[in-house]
């Protein structure tokens, strides 16, 4: 998201234009403020909510526990990505705690994502296998599932942490959601990997899921028409909303790592500019 702004880059007599990143320093410390205050107050009660009730807790709230608690991670470091724009991307809390940043927003997104995945695993088997899972499955195994997602999230985000996210030789030191230019190529292969487990075997289980749900529901006779159509829209609603905040991002995140590879070797693309401001 931090890459240097962009300068004039001619080959075969093709500039690339300067794109002029002022407008993104108040405009995202405003909005990281707005989903803080609204993000914690509506994770907090939930999660209220949740240990209020702890005795009786099910095993789909589990995985709802555990969505709160990935929240409530990324949102305690939002004041300092706040402090960073508002100061026009300077970093000054250090190289770790850049790190720790946005590791914090990796564990968040993709424990959001497979915990959605383990909960379209669960309805599944509920709605498809209900007498053979009846009983076999307790609280305590989606514990022990929470604990296998979060290890294997914590897994795979590691890597990033190795990478360089700061520039601090400069007087203006940068946090970078990626990595610095000198990197972008390793980082690449690194996010294409990353995107692969992360999130498109998550996306392909859930769409197996809810398909086999929406095909058993379809053929249900003795189900109501109206709550069958209900249940439909459900799922429909269910994919559509993972689709649209899942898959632009990792489209256009790893589209503006290959604009940065292009940069470095003096290669123009009209789309880049683009790419970097939708990122």
């Excluded at 240097?4 to 108040?26: A, D, E, L």
């Excluded at 809810?210 to 006779?221: D, F, Q």
């Amino acid at each position: 998201q931090n890459y240097v702004n962009k300068t004039h880059v001619t080959m075969n007599n093709t500039s690339c234009p300067h794109v002029n990143y002022v407008f993104k320093g108040r405009f995202l410390s405003s909005v990281y403020l707005l989903v803080f205050i609204i993000g914690l107050v509506a994770n907090g009660l939930g999660l209220k909510s949740l240990l209020q009730n702890w005795m009786k807790l099910k095993i789909i709230n589990v995985f709802v526990l555990n969505l709160g608690l990935a929240d409530i991670l990324y949102l305690l470091t939002l004041p300092f990505l706040v402090v960073y724009n508002f100061k026009k991307s300077t970093w000054i809390f250090g190289d770790a705690f850049c790190k720790i940043t946005r590791f914090c927003f990796n564990l968040n997104l993709y424990g959001s994502i497979g915990f959605l995945t383990c909960i379209s695993v669960y309805r599944y088997l509920a709605i498809v296998h209900p007498v053979r899972v009846k009983g076999r499955i307790t609280v305590t195994h989606s514990v022990a599932i929470s604990v296998m997602v979060w290890l294997l999230v914590g897994v795979q985000s590691l890597p990033d942490m190795f990478y360089a996210k700061t520039n601090e030789g400069n007087t203006s030191a940068k946090c970078y959601h990626t990595t610095t230019g000198a990197y972008v190529e390793d980082y690449l292969k690194y996010s294409l990997g990353w995107t692969l487990t992360g999130f498109c075997i998550p996306f392909l289980i859930m769409l197996g899921c809810y398909g086999h749900i929406a095909l058993v529901l379809w053929t249900m006779k003795r189900t109501d028409k109206v709550q069958k159509q209900r249940g439909l829209k459900l799922l429909f609603i269910l994919i559509l909303l993972f689709s649209v905040c899942y898959i632009p991002y990792h489209v256009v995140k790893n589209l503006n790592l290959w604009s940065r590879v292009l940069d470095k070797q003096m290669i123009c693309r009209k789309w880049s500019n683009r790419v970097y401001i939708a990122h």
